[in-house]
């Protein structure tokens, strides 16, 4: 199966994405079909050997859309979306002051015959000139709001109608009739009050204010992407024979060394060879303090070099780096649909046909009981125009869009729609344990000796030549203590799988297990009761000895991060499980495991035993996330409902996962539940509004209030309900930008 992306045009309404979607999937060997009304793309899943490019070409283009494959292109076009904004605008703004005369002419005499209107547009003293001074007013709307009857009309010929459709037909039929009329005001002075022009001039006119208002809101929604992709700075500084040279980022090549100085983005992905400053990587993975980068450091593209100049080696360009997997990563995600769209999709299928039956069906009805054309034509324009499957169609794909947007914003991104939906029903979020619950790195947590500054400087000075995880953890303690420079160890011996024997500060060291201070005859019977205690905090314990002495003893272990025990906190108020899975023995699992609060604790697990224990999980209580770094961990994330890998874990860990957590926070596993919440919650609310506006507004405007004595709703009411309902729902769904997670 192969997988391709194509870009839309032509769509106005959810009617327009849902004959896209039909049309296509009907091909033989499509698999499955998703298209978004307001990005324009379509993502189709296709065996290649049966179909492809120029067949959705044929169909789409059959069904009276444009398509193109969608392929990177230069830079340049993207204000191409604002430009045609300011020229809708103007025609809107020229459609509004000529219906407003419009409505002053025709509305205001029908209110007070003392309204000052010059003679011949009087309706007492000229009606015929009162007819045509309408119907000039009338055209030139009906010319600038002309994409509803290219669009529409031909569409419904094809057998697509659309939201254009019937608009196009309303206010095409009301436009006609009213023509009529006027041809025979001469015949029938009664006819000057059976006139619609100011219904159609002010129906196109609200409609494509609608419209305009819609689609400015719908680009807020997508403003996530489009803050990501200015992040990459258009050129960068390459040293090139020596000398500084600016060219553009796209011609920037792995391996270059490129300067980026004070308040400069960094174009690429890198690695700083020389120089150190503080990066702003906020935009990147929501981190809001600076971050340190010296000689060695990573540097992400896009983020801002704050204070000094450092020069970076490149390791990625293109769609290689963190900022194009970033942008692909919520691109997919505002693309794909959840599953909660699709009754919403059913409906926007076959809702204009149904629209214009009732329409044509309520118009009849009302000329049988008797009324005459002039009433039936309002209700038929009245139905038509009011019905909006816009709002069915934007119900869920707005929501969706805002939501990844502000993940990705908060530095947690999400892979689809579906996840998004998933997520908020998980019963279980299971923990990787090293690097994950805890920070991955050994540290010393205890000193027992009765002078504990000397042993630290003895064992720093012994330890300073191993290159051994403990021995580490040993000197960077001590360098964090203010012990920078405890000396070096003279005739050190390894001692395998025990420890080692040197000469340090003219002493001689011991410094390893109990059993090797055992072997030597050193009684080391004091420090077995704290000995005894700490092994059972599952912390690794280094015994010493100073000329021949028993001095004490250090701990070391793996620390719990900060923000492990909030996080199992918040997700316990949440009524969802917490698991911890870990290789470590027993006593250390479970030691981690108190210390985080963590409902269930596993130990001694095999990497090919994760997956498993995953599907037990599920069995146990409910749908699961699973939450690792490590690459042992892509099956299990991948057997998880949700799988979920934090940012600074490999690339593996990362393509395996669903939601992936840039700032390696615990706190944003609650974040990302929450947001899935908030985020269905809306899409609910928006499809409530968008089927309550439908059932109660077509049959008010088919005249079922009028039949019980009630009033008739007029076209040019209807065409303002029908473009606030679209942006209700738009607005609806930016709120979403104000929560916090």
């Not at 935009?283 to 971050?291: A, D, F, H, I, R």
């Not at 409910?622 to 994330?637: C, K, Q, R, S, Y």
């Not at 919650?681 to 509004?689: D, S």
């Amino acid at each position: 199966m192969k997988e391709e992306q194509y870009i839309i045009s032509g769509m106005s309404c959810a009617a327009c994405q849902a004959s896209v979607q039909r049309v296509v999937s009907r091909l033989d060997g499509v698999e499955g079909c998703d298209v978004n009304l307001i990005t324009g793309k379509m993502d189709v899943r296709y065996d290649e050997a049966k179909t492809g490019e120029a067949d959705f070409i044929r169909v789409v283009e059959k069904a009276g859309f444009g398509i193109k494959a969608d392929r990177p292109e230069k830079t340049g076009k993207a204000d191409e979306p604002e430009k045609k904004e300011k020229s809708g605008l103007s025609s809107i703004i020229i459609s509004l002051v000529l219906s407003a005369v419009l409505l002053y002419v025709s509305m205001g005499q029908m209110l007070t015959d003392r309204l000052p209107v010059p003679f011949f547009m009087n309706i007492n003293s000229d009606p015929y000139g009162f007819a045509l001074t309408q119907l000039l007013l009338c055209a030139p709307v009906l010319f600038l709001g002309r994409r509803f009857f290219t669009s529409g009309i031909p569409l419904l010929l094809r057998g697509h109608p659309n939201m254009d459709s019937l608009v196009a037909v309303g206010a095409g039929a009301s436009f006609i009739y009213s023509v009529v009329m006027t041809y025979a005001i001469p015949y029938d002075a009664h006819a000057v009050h059976n006139l619609y022009y100011e219904s159609v001039a002010v129906v196109i006119t609200l409609v494509a204010l609608g419209k305009h208002m819609e689609q400015r809101s719908k680009r807020k929604t997508a403003s996530a992407i489009k803050k990501l992709m200015e992040l990459a700075p258009d050129t960068a500084t390459v040293i090139r024979s020596g000398k500084e040279c600016v060219v553009p980022t796209e011609e920037v090549a792995v391996g270059e060394t490129v300067v980026i100085k004070p308040g400069d983005k960094i174009p690429l992905d890198g690695v700083v060879e020389s120089g150190s400053t503080g990066a702003d990587e906020s935009m990147l993975t929501g981190e809001s303090l600076p971050v340190e980068k010296n000689a060695g450091s990573q540097v992400i593209g896009g983020s801002i070099n704050l204070s000094g100049a450092v020069y970076v080696k490149v390791t990625k360009t293109g769609k290689d780096t963190a900022l194009a997997k970033i942008i692909k990563f919520v691109e997919d995600a505002q693309n794909k649909k959840a599953p909660i769209s699709k009754a919403a999709d059913r409906v926007a299928g076959v809702f204009v046909p149904v629209v214009m039956a009732i329409a044509a069906a309520a118009a009849v009805i009302w000329l049988a009981a008797g009324k005459d054309f002039s009433f039936a034509l309002r209700v038929f324009t009245g139905v038509l125009v009011i019905a909006c499957p816009c709002a069915l169609g934007l119900a869920t794909p707005t929501a969706v869009m805002v939501g990844t947007g502000l993940g990705a914003q908060n530095g947690i991104l999400i892979r689809n729609g579906e996840v998004l939906e998933i997520t908020h029903k998980i019963k279980a979020a299971v923990f990787d344990k090293t690097g994950t619950v805890t920070v991955g790195k050994a540290a010393v947590t205890d000193i027992v000796s009765d002078d504990k500054e000397r042993l630290l400087k003895i064992a720093a000075a012994a330890e300073s030549a191993s290159k051994h995880p403990l021995a580490a953890a040993i000197t960077e303690y001590a360098a964090a203590s203010g012990i920078s420079d405890p000396g070096r160890p003279e005739n050190m011996k390894n001692i395998s799988g025990k420890g080692i024997s040197c000469i340090a500060d003219g002493k001689e060291v011991l410094l390893g297990s109990r059993t090797l201070l055992e072997e030597n005859g050193i009684d080391a019977s004091a420090y077995s009761a704290e000995g005894d205690r700490l092994s059972r905090e599952g912390k690794s314990l280094i015994f010493a000895a100073i000329d021949r002495k028993a001095a004490g003893l250090i701990a070391v272990a793996d620390q719990i991060k900060d923000t492990s025990r909030p996080a199992f906190e918040r997700l316990k108020k949440e009524g969802i499980k917490t698991v911890i899975l870990s290789g470590d023995n027993k006593a250390c699992a479970e030691y981690i495991g108190g210390l985080a609060g963590a409902d269930e604790v596993y130990s001694e697990v095999l990497p090919e035993q994760k997956a498993e224990i995953v599907s037990q999980i599920r069995k146990k209580y409910g749908p699961v996330m699973m939450v690792g770094d490590g690459i042992n961990d892509a099956p299990a994330l991948t057997e998880a409902d949700v799988g979920c890998a934090i940012g600074n874990g490999s690339d593996i860990a990362i393509e395996a996962a669903d939601i992936v957590l840039m700032k390696s926070d615990l706190n944003d596993v609650p974040r990302a539940v929450r947001l899935s919440r908030l985020t269905i919650t809306n899409i609910k609310e928006n499809l409530f509004w968008a089927f309550c506006y439908n059932t109660v507004c077509i049959p008010v405007a088919a005249g079922l209030l009028y039949a019980f004595g009630g009033p008739l709703l007029s076209p040019m009411i209807a065409g303002l309900a029908m473009s606030l309902s679209s942006v209700f729902v738009v607005g609806n769904a930016l709120r979403l930008r104000s929560k916090r997670l």
